[in-house]
């Protein structure tokens, strides 16, 4: 029997890593198998992976010496940063460089990292349609991640550089499902105007990462964007009122109101929907659905993954 290739997965725990391990454990046949990283091997998600004969290590990305352990004999790692547990984009630069040097240090073969679009690309600091925020960034949580590609690009790294989209499982927790407003019905809300957005259930995310892994020679070296359907805030509200049963109408609003609702990140979230918005047709593109579903046969639609989880969206 030939060794299978071990893939080290930071967030195993979570939604993207957790998304590629689960790939893995649910082919018989594969190549790979998984090693979960997690700060606490004793948490109850970490024994339950263990009860699975998961191979469970402790790292934090914050430290090195221990992500250098963590990917020792690895053939792949899963790389991804945890924005919005600190909402700090010099920690996720650090978070990232500490991955990509523990990844050079113990000769990782592919490396998938995380990412998204340096949105200063297109809306320079000095360009007022949105504010610049944190003094240099206009999107936080994307530029960060973007300015750490080079990390990995200048340490030559195996990398594939994996664009994803926003979940629909924010619609579960991150408090962005249909709200009743005082007239007692549901609205959902969005800044996209009729521009689409492109969406994805979180665990696909990782079963297109091991489509990845799967077909390394393809994907080394190049930018790949997932997502499981491209759709209005208009078309979602009309799948949600279908599958939920109940009338739920598209509330439009603009992305400076968006901005101001005071919740932690709403302005750059704010940022994240006008550039969505307003670059409709790059964004869309970077995203291109036949290539998720070449990854991922299985990916779903906002349909398929409404109906397994409508019963998880708080509705009140
Ligand atoms: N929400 C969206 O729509 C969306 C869309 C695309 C991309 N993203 C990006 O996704 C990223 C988060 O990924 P996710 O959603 O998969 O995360 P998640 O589900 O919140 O999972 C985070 C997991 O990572 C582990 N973790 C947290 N801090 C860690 C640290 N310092 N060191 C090591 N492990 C740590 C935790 O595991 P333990 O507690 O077991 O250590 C946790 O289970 C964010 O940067 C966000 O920008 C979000």
Redesign the pocket.
Known sequence: MTEKKIIAI??A?????GGLLRAILSDKNSDFTARA????IN?P??KELAKLGVEVVA????NLESLKRAFKDAYGAYC??????HFSPEKEIAHATNMANAAKFTGIKHVIW?TFEDTRDRVPLGDNRMPTLMGKYKVP?FDAKAEANRVFTSLGLPTTFLL????WD?LIY?GMGPKRGTDGKFAFTLPMGSKKLPGIA?EDIGKCAYGIFRNSREYIGKTVGIAGEHLTGSQMAAELSKVLGKEVSYNEVSPDAYRSFGFPGAEDLGNMFQFKRDFETEYCSARNLDTARSLNPSLQTFNNWLTQNKGRIPLE
């Open positions: 930071v967030g725990t979570g939604a993207q890593g990283i997690t700060r606490d948490s998600k970490a790292a934090d990305v914050d991804v940063t945890f924005f919005w547990e995380s949580h994803t989209s926003f979940y924010n991150f979180a």
